[in-house]
């Protein structure tokens, strides 16, 4: 992505369209046949983030050093049980990408579950990811926000000149719209920066 190589620059392509010049569809029962029972070994999940703990020496007294072990312990709880729908994900079809760079922190904030691959499993590509959800509105729920933040880290790299940049955010705010998501003001405001109205 660092590169540019994402096609989500023009307003003449649909999400739909979209998703499928820039990731390969896989159907979640081959991924399981290729993982086997090696499965937690081939794919690891990097939409988590294990909570760090913290450092005594980073307080000013021990009732706030306390406090941020509980809080800790808390998340600490919710990581360690955090379950699946379904392994590797609840949908049927996952994705792959070969390209790397940002796009892992793109899925993510998009609310895919993301797996980086090894052995057999990078066939998939670099990064394999899917739905963990089911009963309401994939695009508007995560195509649309991951094709809006792939727009936006490109027009904040260089890679999108600003009037391409605004007229993309436009058209996906549209369509977010019709997809029963967000308003076209919200969605705009999101991803221009603007304030909402």
């Known amino acids: 992505m660092e590169n540019g190589n994402y096609k989500s620059s023009d307003t ?3 999400t739909e369209d979209w998703i ?3 990731f390969r569809a896989v ?3 081959i991924v399981q046949a290729v993982i086997g029972d090696e499965g937690y070994d081939m794919l690891t999940r990097v939409d988590l983030e294990a909570p ?7 307080f000013e007294s021990e009732e706030e050093y306390e406090e941020a072990v509980e809080e800790y312990e808390e998340k600490l709880e919710e990581f360690e049980n955090e379950t699946l729908h379904g392994y590797p994900a609840a949908w049927g079809t996952m994705w792959g990408c070969l390209s790397t760079g940002d796009i892992e922190e793109s899925l993510r904030v998009s609310g895919f579950v993301v797996y980086d691959t090894s052995g057999p499993a990078e066939d998939f ?8 959800g089911g009963g309401y509105n994939f695009y ?6 991951l094709r809006a933040t792939i727009c936006q880290m490109r027009h904040e790299n260089g890679y999108l000149q600003t009037e391409a940049f605004e007229a993309i955010i436009q058209m996906l705010a549209e369509e977010q719209s019709r997809c029963g998501g967000d308003s076209i003001e919200k969605f705009t405001a999101r991803y221009l920066k603007l304030e909402a109205a």
Request: overall charge negative; proline content about 7%.
């Open 12 to 14: 003449n392509v649909s």
């Open 20 to 22: 499928a010049l820039n």
């Open 27 to 29: 159907d979640s029962s």
């Open 52 to 58: 760090e703990e913290p450092d005594e020496d980073d």
């Open 125 to 132: 590509g670099a990064y394999l990811f899917g739905v963990d």
């Open 140 to 145: 508007a729920a995560h195509w649309i926000p």
